[in-house]
Each structure stands twice: as structure tokens, then as C-alpha cells.
């Protein structure tokens, strides 16, 4: 439950966070009995993910007065629409991507070069200002991976507009500050693209991308740009992350919360935006039990949309990280100025960002091809005589591909009515065996887990439709062994207990 916050305490302190965190009431599932292998056991709300401390130390160097200096420049620019100045130092778009461009790069100085920065740019047609033309350009600070194909791509949208007034959306002259939306999210995502680098400059397992992209106030241009980008160029997204919207704490009512946040996790609920909407929730309960988020199950606000979509619609898990109090008087309009950002609480944001970002890319991928597949179905013999089922029809055969520094894999169970995974099934270094318990009516998904103890977001099993791409080629189903017999060979060994 989240608590309210007197008016005149947030007023007094709008810059820091405001007050001691009240204790946040959860609901929990029952306590973990100890780990003993290859038997199952209850989970708590953390799910069975480990703290890692190097993770933990790096959430103490994000800083919220380097947040509120990089959204107070942001604001200085005047305006930051797609269609303003590109050519001025001092105002417009071009003077923000560029100042954006050199903080990057004084962090990749500081680091002895562990940051690769560029610009990702594409004409294209808006079709919300009557088909004009447009030079898109999003800001990129790589910290390459030992792993290159697989990205973690955290991003905030540092277009800004006066879209809540007549003829805003592509208004190039009137001062759009911006501050909130979505000067928060890219002050967050430029910060942590400093603490990463100094906390990392080797990298992790997986490579990271922090994006500040245009054009989300012109239809998500600039995020989709790069995620069809991405995929042109055959990178794997192990997610794609936005901050949008992340700094207001107090409803014009009255009403404030600088002590939760909300993520928005798309449908269905076994796609991989699901999962790592489970995943984040859980790491927050393990890294930050006092800063509460807030998962809600759909892909965004009602009516609404963010730079997490693109992803989600190219078939990767996408999520979008935004505040609590949302107040429109602070989105698209003079009025989202700087004096009401609390930058305390963006630094909260971005610490549950970092654990994020970090835990993904210090995992192994997650396990690819996920299926079940049930056994026990009658087949004809080789004699055409009908053979009797071992199981009928009551066990799975689960199976998935080998993930590149994996030594091991956890089962993961829940019911269908759960919002988390319920059971943890350790397996050992195996990429096949039997569920023996009636998965209709349960979800089963499958996770690597690192030698450094980094567990993988999960793969749900069965998995979810393949997405139809725009070109409206339709995908073929994921085979789960609904209607069809049991697979060639004998059933492999027990999922542990299965229990």
C-alpha cells in the first residue's frame, strides 16, 4: 500500500525525497524452505533471484543532484520538439542531443574509452503533423558485453512538446520545459550510463545501449527506429526498457507517494514482456524493500503508449518504467517545469533501473525454444497395435536450448491466477525432462542460471504466439504438444519431484 505524504512536507523538499519510507504493506507468498537440489520449494516474493553485492554498491553512486543538473540543462534548451532549432547552441533539439552527445562522451574519456557513443538518425514522414519530413536522431552510449548479440537497451525520450495545446505536437517555437516528460527518464538513463561506466568498464555478459530517443511526442518514431535498427542487424534484445515519465510525486488534489513506482508489462501473460515485468518486481523486493513497485499488467496506460512498444511489437520484452502520482498538468504543456520534479525520487527510479539493467546483463540469455509437450497419448506400435500410455496424458515433456554460460537451470511453477512464479524446481545442467504434474492448469517457464549465481529472466512454458510482423506474415505456433502424440524416444528423466 502506498502512503500519503503532507503537502506541505513535498513543497518544503521537492529536490530530495520526501521523509523517512513508511513500511510498504506486500503480499507475500510463503517463506523458502532450504534449497536442497533437485526438490522443489515454495518461493518468497523475490522469487529465488540472489542479491548480488557488486549490484547493491553500484545503487549508492547514483546521484540525484547529477539527475537534476543534467534535467536543468535539458530544460534550458527551451524547447526539445522534433521540429525546433537544430543549428542554435543554445536552444531546440540540436542543442540538446548535442549536449547529451558530449556528457556521453566525457564518460567514455573517464573510463579510458569503455563507452561507444554515435548517433542513430533516419528521415522519415510524421504522419501527426500532416506527413512532414523530419531528421530523427537518437543519442547511443554502448558498453559492449563479452557477448555483442545480445543487448539491454534502457532508454528515455528527450523530444519534449506543448501537445496538450492546439497545434503543439509539432509547435517548434513555443517553450516546451519538459522537465518531467520526459526530462526525467533521460536525466536517469544519462546518469546511469556514467554509474555503469565507472562501475563497469569491462562490461557484463550481455551488451548495454543507453538511448535517449526523439520523436516520442511524434508517434514513438525514434524508439521504433531503433528497434527495427536492432533487429535489421540481427541483435538479440533481451529487453527493451523505457523511462517515461518518472519525476512527479504530487497530485493536484493533494494526494503524494515518493515511495512507489509503477511498471507496465503487456499481455499475454506468458510473453516475455510478462516475464520480465515479474522479473524487475522481484528484484526490487530483493534490492530495495522500501521503494515499492507497482507491476500493472497491461502493455501501457489506458489510451496512452511509450517507447517500450516497438519492442513488444517486434516480439522481445519490453517494460515501462514510470511514476506513481501521474499528474497531466506536468505532460505536454509550459506548466511540466523543473520546480516540480523530485529528483530523490527519479534517483529511486533509476536504482531500480540499474538493478535491472544490471541483473539482465550479468545473466546468461534466456533459455531459447522453450516447449512442452504432453506425453502419453496412444500411438500406433510398429506392429499397428495401439500402445497404452505411462502417464495418460498427466505428464510434459519440457525441453529447451543450451544458453552460452549457463551451468545450470531452474523450473519455475505457478498457477494460472498467480501474478508470480509459486515453485522453484533446481534441474542441474539439463536441457529436457518430465513434468509430472497436469500443466493445464498450472504455467511451467524455465530459467538459466550463471556461474556467478545470475539467474535469466524466465521462459514460459507453453510459450506465447509468435508475433505477426507488419509485413502481416503470419508465424507458425509454437509446438506444445497440445493435440499431437508423444515425443520420439523415451520420456526423459524427472523434473526434480515435479512437486
Not at 516474493?45 to 543532484?65: F, H, K, M, V, Y
Not at 559492449?144 to 512538446?161: F, K, L, W
Not at 506392429?383 to 510434459?396: D, E, H, K, L, Y
Request: hydrophobic content about 40%.
Amino acid at each position: 500500500m502506498t502512503r500519503l505524504r503532507t503537502t506541505a512536507c513535498l513543497l518544503a523538499a521537492l529536490a530530495t525525497a520526501c521523509g523517512t519510507p513508511a513500511t510498504v504493506a506486500r503480499t507475500t507468498l510463503p517463506t523458502p524452505a532450504p534449497t536442497v537440489a533437485g526438490i522443489s520449494q515454495p518461493l518468497d516474493a523475490t522469487a529465488g533471484l540472489q542479491r548480488n553485492g557488486a549490484i547493491a554498491a553500484a545503487l549508492g553512486d547514483i546521484d540525484p543532484s547529477r539527475i537534476r543538473r543534467i534535467d536543468s540543462a535539458l530544460v534550458s534548451f527551451g524547447t526539445r520538439n522534433s521540429f525546433s532549432d537544430t543549428t542554435s547552441s543554445t536552444r531546440g533539439i540540436g542543442a540538446a542531443r548535442r549536449w547529451i552527445f558530449a556528457e556521453f562522451e566525457q564518460y567514455a574519456r573517464d573510463c579510458g574509452g569503455c563507452l561507444r557513443v554515435e548517433y542513430n538518425s533516419k528521415v522519415q514522414s510524421v504522419a501527426r503533423a500532416q506527413g512532414r519530413q523530419v531528421n530523427i536522431v537518437d543519442v547511443l552510449a554502448w558498453l559492449p558485453g563479452r557477448d555483442t548479440s545480445r543487448v539491454v537497451v534502457i532508454s528515455g525520450h528527450y523530444d519534449s512538446c506543448v501537445c496538450g495545446m492546439p497545434g503543439g505536437s509539432s509547435d517548434s517555437l513555443a517553450t516546451a520545459p519538459g522537465a518531467d516528460d520526459d526530462g526525467s527518464g533521460t536525466s536517469a538513463v544519462v546518469e546511469l550510463a556514467r554509474v555503469f561506466s565507472r562501475r563497469y568498464p569491462k562490461g557484463l555478459d550481455a551488451s548495454i545501449i543507453f538511448v535517449t530517443v526523439a520523436a516520442e511526442e511524434q508517434g514513438l518514431l525514434g524508439a521504433r527506429q531503433l528497434a527495427e535498427w536492432l533487429h535489421e542487424h540481427h541483435y538479440t534484445v533481451v529487453a527493451g526498457m523505457t523511462d517515461d515519465i518518472v519525476g512527479n510525486v504530487l497530485a493536484e488534489n493533494g494526494y503524494a507517494d515518493s515511495t512507489s513506482m509503477r511498471i507496465f508489462a503487456a499481455d499475454p501473460d506468458n510473453s516475455p514482456s510478462r516475464e520480465l515485468g515479474r522479473y524487475v518486481w522481484s528484484l526490487d523486493r530483493l534490492y530495495m524493500p522500501n521503494f515499492d513497485v507497482l507491476p500493472v499488467w497491461r502493455l501501457d496506460r489506458i489510451g496512452r503508449g511509450g517507447d517500450h512498444e516497438p519492442y513488444v511489437s517486434l516480439g522481445d520484452a519490453g517494460l515501462r518504467f514510470t511514476e506513481r502520482v501521474e499528474n497531466y498538468n506536468r505532460q505536454h504543456l509550459p506548466t511540466d517545469d523543473f520546480a516540480h520534479v523530485n529528483f530523490g525520487y527519479v534517483a529511486n527510479v533509476a536504482r531500480v533501473n540499474a538493478i535491472a539493467v544490471a541483473s539482465l546483463a550479468a545473466a546468461p540469455a534466456t533459455p531459447a525454444n522453450a516447449r512442452a509437450a504432453r506425453q502419453g497419448r496412444a500411438a500406433p506400435s510398429a506392429a499397428g497395435n495401439v500402445t497404452r500410455s505411462g502417464s495418460g496424458g498427466q505428464a510434459w515433456t519440457l525441453s529447451w536450448d543450451a544458453s552460452a554460460g549457463a551451468v545450470g537451470y531452474e523450473l519455475l511453477v505457478r498457477h494460472t491466477t498467480s501474478p508470480t512464479w509459486e515453485q522453484v524446481i533446481p534441474l542441474g545442467n539439463t536441457t529436457r525432462c518430465t513434468l509430472a504434474r497436469q500443466l493445464d492448469d498450472e504455467w511451467a517457464g524455465v530459467r538459466a542460471v550463471g556461474a556467478n549465481g545470475a539467474r535469466s529472466m524466465a521462459a514460459s512454458m507453453p510459450a506465447p504466439p509468435t508475433p505477426v510482423r507488419e509485413s502481416g506474415a503470419a508465424a507458425s505456433p509454437p509446438a506444445t504438444g497440445g493435440r499431437g502424440g508423444q515425443p520420439a524416444g523415451p520420456p526423459p528423466p524427472a523434473c526434480g519431484d515435479g512437486r
